[in-house]
């Protein structure tokens, strides 16, 4: 355990692998199932309301796509390597749409229902949105939460309000902004920005979205486990060996992706992937303190290029979960997300943001003969300036 801390402290780039652990299991397989329905019942909305959902039967979903070219420039020797591609995620152009959805339509739902205008017909949120117009939602984010839950309420007619991290891209706000979304801008980090937006919401009485803890954004990311299932079984890969990388910035998208998959591709390793200056989740599980210890407490900074992924403190929900259900967790630096970042771009065309990569040092660490399915979590949405300054860099 010294050692680990101190690799940590000196901010190297290693994988830790988690020891044996009880499982705790809040959520059953019943409650994705429940999920997955609850979407579905959604999709004729989505697709009314988002032109971009059409194509896809209203369904929040990505392509998982073999990389064969990435694989040959990366080196890597064993197996074969897949993107699964939610950087290309309808609205949102990130992972973020997966819980956000969820948990926007789910307060939408029990609005209706306490209205009295819900009563288990499909629920068409553009005919009441008067109402919705009244109704706040907040949320705090390093970027891309905040741009899914801002970008989908407003769509839906929701009022919102979206509290920013000094790690948060300029163009994520403008976007907002330009959208409808209140902005609001702190200069601390992520956690400085929840308790923000917290407070702002408790004054307001205005429906707060708790990316540290809330169960709705969880099973939003669970499903895609479903998904995930299905395209790997179309493959013919089901019975494979199945290592997946995800990156991790709070824990409560890949801790989602990671406790739907512990039931329904229950062979599949979960590792995830957290900058060298922010291992918030890496810190918190293998210190068994979860929330109650952040980066800072040992000396590093949580600031990275990663927006994503710029968080100190990991989710109190999530890291409790996580033990005893993924393999393991790494850390890697900046530049070698931008790195990845260009050579994704060169070989396969793929149009990511520096979060999104950090799945690709994954196989490096396994280094087995394995399906390496790697979460590319964003970027459809980076103006092509950024971009440009991205491959720059
Ligand atoms: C692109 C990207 N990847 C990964 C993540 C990590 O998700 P989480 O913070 O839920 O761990 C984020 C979070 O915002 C992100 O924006």
């Not at 152009?93 to 306490?114: P, Q």
């Not at 309000?161 to 403008?174: L, N, R």
């Not at 801790?255 to 992937?273: C, D, E, N, R, T």
């Not at 065309?349 to 660490?365: I, M």
Request: with cysteine; net charge negative; glycine share 10%.
């Amino acid at each position: 355990m010294k050692d680990i801390m101190d690799r940590l402290k000196k901010e190297e780039s290693f994988l830790w692998l988690q020891p044996e652990g009880e499982k705790e299991t809040p959520f059953s397989l019943e409650d994705i199932e429940e999920a997955k329905k609850f979407m579905e019942d959604f999709a004729p909305l989505l697709m009314e309301v988002f032109e971009e959902t059409r194509e896809g039967g209203g369904r929040i979903g990505s392509e998982l796509k073999e990389l064969p070219k990435m694989k040959k420039v990366l080196g890597i020797e064993g197996g074969r390597l897949f993107g699964k591609l939610d950087n290309s995620l309808p609205v949102a152009g990130s992972i973020k749409a997966r819980g956000g959805f969820f948990e926007v339509l789910n307060h939408a739902k029990r609005l209706a229902e306490e209205q009295g205008f819900y009563q288990g017909q499909p629920l068409n949120i553009l005919k009441h949105r008067d109402f919705y117009a009244q109704q706040e939602i907040e949320v705090a984010s390093t970027g891309n939460l905040g741009l899914s839950i801002g970008l989908i309420s407003a769509y839906l007619g929701f009022k919102v309000s979206v509290h920013m991290s000094a790690d948060a891209k300029e163009w994520k706000k403008a976007l907002l902004r330009e959208k409808g979304a209140t902005v609001y801008e702190y200069p601390g980090d992520y956690s400085a920005a929840v308790l923000e937006a917290r407070a702002a919401s408790e004054i307001k009485k205005s429906y707060f979205v708790d990316d540290e803890k809330s169960p709705y954004l969880f099973m939003g990311y669970a499903l895609a486990a479903n998904e995930l299932r299905d395209q790997l079984e179309k493959e013919g890969l089901l019975d494979e060996k199945i290592n997946v990388y995800i990156p991790c910035g709070v824990g409560g998208a890949p801790g989602g992706i990671a406790y739907g998959l512990s039931f329904i591709i229950p062979q599949a390793k979960v590792y995830f992937a957290e900058p060298l200056k922010a291992p918030a989740v890496l810190l918190g599980m293998m210190t068994g303190k979860h929330d109650e210890i952040a980066v800072r407490d040992i000396g590093l900074s949580g600031k990275t290029q990663a927006d994503g992924l710029a968080v100190g403190r990991a989710s109190s929900l999530v890291g409790p979960l996580m033990v005893g259900r993924i393999q393991g967790i790494y850390t890697l630096g900046d530049d070698e997300m931008l790195a990845y970042l260009k050579k994704l771009y060169e070989t396969e065309g793929l149009k990511v943001e520096p979060s999104a990569c950090a799945g690709f040092k994954g196989p490096y660490f396994t280094n087995e003969e394995a399906v390496h399915v790697v979460w590319l979590t964003g970027g459809r949405l980076v103006p092509p300036e950024v971009f440009e300054d991205y491959l720059r860099s």
